[in-house]
C-alpha cells in the first residue's frame, strides 16, 4: 500500500507565490514519474507538470516560466514551486506518481490541496 501526503495550498493575492508539497511513503521499490494535476469548478482535470525519474521536466503551456517542478528522490517527494500566480490557478491541486511497489505498478494520487488566488 502506498500513500501520497500533500501540503502547502492556500490563499494568495495575485502574484504571490506558493510551494506545494506531496509526499508518497509505504512499499515503494521505485517512482517512474511524478506530477501535479488541477481541477477548477466546473473543469476538468488538468496535468500542469511532470518530472521522471531522471530529472526531466514538462509542463503545460499555461504555467510555463511561472511554475517549476522538482522530486527528491531519496524521500520520494515532488514540488511545486509556484510563482507570480493569477486568479486563474485557482483549483484544486492533486500530486500523482506512477509507483512500482512490492505488489506490482500503479497509479497513485494525493488527497488534494486548494490553491486559491485573489485579485
Known amino acids: 500500500q502506498v500513500q501520497m501526503v500533500e501540503s502547502g495550498g492556500g490563499l494568495v493575492q495575485a502574484g504571490g507565490s506558493l510551494r506545494l508539497s506531496c509526499a508518497a511513503s509505504?512499499?515503494?521499490?521505485?517512482?517512474?514519474?511524478m506530477g501535479w494535476y488541477r481541477q477548477a469548478p466546473g473543469k476538468q482535470r488538468e496535468s500542469v507538470a511532470r518530472?521522471?525519474?531522471?530529472?526531466?521536466?514538462n509542463y503545460a503551456d499555461s504555467v510555463k516560466g511561472r511554475f517549476t517542478i522538482s522530486r527528491d528522490n531519496a524521500r520520494n517527494t515532488v514540488y511545486l514551486q509556484m510563482n507570480s500566480l493569477k486568479p486563474e490557478d485557482t483549483a484544486v491541486y492533486y500530486c500523482?506518481?506512477?509507483?512500482?511497489?512490492?505488489?506490482?505498478?500503479?497509479?497513485?494520487w494525493g488527497q488534494g490541496t486548494q490553491v486559491t488566488v485573489s485579485s
Open positions: 500523482n506518481a506512477v509507483v512500482v511497489s512490492t505488489t506490482g505498478v500503479r497509479n497513485y
Open positions: 509505504g512499499s515503494i521499490v521505485s517512482i517512474n514519474v
Open positions: 518530472i521522471v525519474s531522471g530529472g526531466s521536466t
